[in-house]
């Protein structure tokens, strides 16, 4: 028996509100790693028990027809990312503190040498991050640590496609031009793909 | 190109990225818990379905009560003078609520609150209502330390009653009992406005402020920002001209009205003033005398829940108590 989509589950909901603990059961995972990654261990487990109970509330909004692959994946994530909004200074922080931490080593990986320089940009990156417009670095942050695809995150941030794409564009080209004189990205890495689907 | 160390660069930007905010902390179980129990409590149904001859004795009452309650309800005008009122009174008084002079708030307060679970053996939603005393201690950093303690349980049936035992005796933690007590710890600036010297006291920029700057979300409609208004009265570090431009703000919300003279829910005597549709009506009940916010009612479909404020001190670190019993 093929289980039930998220938009199934969602609309059912509607008529029986705890059918919608299987969608938490799926992503509640998910939505916690973004948001604890993006804004630190405390902060992230409670927005992300506050992103169920907000999706909750406006679950009669999901529009499975809409929602890339009938998933409730970029929905709930764009609820958390909005939430994250109104913790900047929680993030700003939290960035500051990813900056002054030693990156995870092992000497058993073949990229060692790598992270090795990737040490040396951390304060510069987390700084550039913070400096971000809020709208391009949630669209970046979204595709990095959230693994979505453009589609996706212009359905969590409810923007086009191509409004999308140029955020992204837009994060990279600053991130890159703040980085590149460090040396520490390469140079034939202008171009790139979507890393959400193919 | 190479890298300040000399070194050849190896990685990409998405790969820098990901690497300085590294993996995720693994699950843990008891917050998982923590925000399934919340998603649940806000997924139960509403309080069971009675038949319709209950269903039409309430209507009944319920037209009493409108009945009356139009015959004492004065208009949104004596709503706003009430409120312009309670303003200048507030005005008037000196300091903070929270009087002592010592760095640390304390707030004392009793509160309803609806909890709900699943009953194992039906699998049908149910609800208990826990009477909690309340004590909280504000730090000047904007962190808050609060101890709840249950007084009583009360069920709204015997199903209630017998779900409630069932899931006690199989463990549920979720499910309140007498003298159970949870400590909760915010970290700073984690509460609505941590300082409130931030808040304009410019009435019509206070109102903008609470309507757009609320956690988690700005406000969705004037019975939200009125239960705003109604939590920042209550704090002890309130300051008589905060309270002062609180209740003039209040004034100015439409649709505000005066509901008369009302005992709260620890039966002292105040002056209710209300705004909202009946199924999610906010009531603050408050101290015509003194302008002390003695409660906060609120409504929600067929559940009301309250809050009744009690005292306010200062101390000199979290978890200790004034010297005299406030309660």
Do not use: K
């Not at chain 2, 190479?2 to 930007?13: F, H, K, Q």
């Amino acid at each position: 028996v093929q289980e039930p989509t998220d938009g199934e589950q969602i609309l059912a909901s509607i008529e029986d509100p705890s059918r919608f603990e299987a969608v938490f059961d799926r992503h509640y995972d998910v939505v916690r790693r973004y948001a604890q990654r993006r804004i630190g261990r405390a902060t992230g487990e409670e927005i992300a028990a506050r992103t169920f109970l907000l999706a909750f509330e406006r679950r009669s909004g999901f529009r499975p027809s809409a929602a890339v692959g009938g998933s409730a994946r970029a929905w709930l994530l764009g609820i958390a990312t909005n939430m994250i909004r109104h913790h900047l200074r929680d993030e700003r922080t939290h960035l500051r503190i990813l900056s002054a931490m030693p990156a995870e080593r092992s000497a058993t990986e073949p990229d060692d040498e790598a992270r090795l320089d990737a040490i040396d940009v951390r304060p510069a990156l987390a700084q550039q991050l913070a400096a971000l417009p809020e709208g391009e670095r949630d669209a970046f942050l979204l595709m990095v640590l959230g693994e979505l695809s453009y589609a996706e995150i212009a359905e969590a941030l409810g923007v086009p496609t191509g409004t999308v794409r140029s955020r992204i564009h837009r994060a990279r080209r600053r991130l890159r031009e703040r980085l590149r004189p460090l040396g520490a990205i390469r140079d034939d890495d202008d171009e790139w793909e979507d890393p959400g689907r193919g | 190109m190479t890298t300040m160390s000399g070194r050849t660069p190896a990685v990409d930007d998405f790969e820098l990225v990901r690497s300085l905010y590294g993996e995720a902390p693994p699950s843990d179980p008891v917050a998982r818990a923590r925000a399934l129990r919340a998603l649940r409590r806000a997924a139960t149904p509403r309080w069971p379905r009675r038949n319709a001859l209950a269903a039409a004795a309430i209507a009944l009452v319920a037209l009493a009560a409108a009945i009356t309650l139009s015959l004492v309800r004065t208009s949104g005008n004596d709503a706003v003078d009430q409120l312009r009122r309670l303003s200048g009174i507030a005005g008037g008084q000196e300091g903070e609520l929270a009087v002592g002079g010592r760095p640390v708030v304390y707030e004392l307060s009793q509160a309803s609150e609806i909890r709900s679970g699943f009953d194992v053996e039906t699998g049908e939603g149910f609800f208990v209502e826990a009477r909690t005393r309340n004590e909280t201690w504000r730090s000047s950093d904007g962190s808050v330390f609060r101890i709840s303690e249950v007084l009583s349980v009360r069920f709204p049936s015997d199903a209630a009653r017998a779900a409630w035992a069932s899931a006690v005796a199989s463990g549920d933690g979720s499910m309140p009992q007498v003298g159970e007590l949870d400590e909760v710890n915010i970290p700073a600036g984690r509460i609505p406005f941590p300082d409130l010297a931030e808040l304009p006291l410019e009435p019509d920029d206070l109102l903008q402020r609470l309507r757009t700057g609320w956690w988690p979300e700005p406000l969705g409609g004037d019975e939200e920002t009125l239960r705003a208004i109604a939590e920042l009265l209550a704090r002890g570090d309130a300051t008589s001209e905060l309270r002062e431009a609180l209740f003039e703000a209040g004034s100015t919300l439409e649709d505000i009205e005066l509901l008369g003279d009302r005992t709260d829910p620890l039966n002292r005597e105040g002056v209710a003033i209300g705004l909202g549709p009946a199924d999610r009506r906010v009531v603050l009940v408050v101290d015509p005398d003194t302008s002390f916010l003695l409660s906060l009612e609120e409504r929600s479909g067929e559940l009301t829940t309250w809050r009744a404020y009690q005292a306010w001190a200062t101390v000199d670190s979290p978890g200790e108590r004034p010297a005299d019993d406030l309660s």
